[in-house]
């Protein structure tokens, strides 16, 4: 049987900053892990809407100049 390497990520948060992200994730109906992917997401685009040397916006994705 193949091995299959799993890439572990962990993170520091208080409890109190552990209880919003738990909130956050039942009311998008995801998982905490999905709900910090997902502001990743959407804090990476709002700062650079046009993406960066290594990160591209995808295919046919509208690209408005923030200036």
């Known amino acids: ?3 299959i390497k799993s890439k572990i990520s ?11 992200l738990e909130v956050v994730a ?3 109906g995801t998982n905490k892990s999905a ?3 997902s502001l ?7 700062a650079f809407p046009g993406g960066t040397d290594k990160i ?3 295919r046919g994705a509208k690209v408005e100049d923030g200036k």
């Open 40 to 46: 990743v997401r959407r804090e990476f685009w709002r």
């Open 10 to 20: 962990t993170f520091s948060a208080s409890p109190r900053d552990l209880e919003m």
């Open 56 to 58: 591209r916006p995808d």
């Open 26 to 28: 039942r009311y998008q």
């Open 35 to 37: 709900t910090i992917v």
């Open 1 to 3: 049987m193949p091995k």
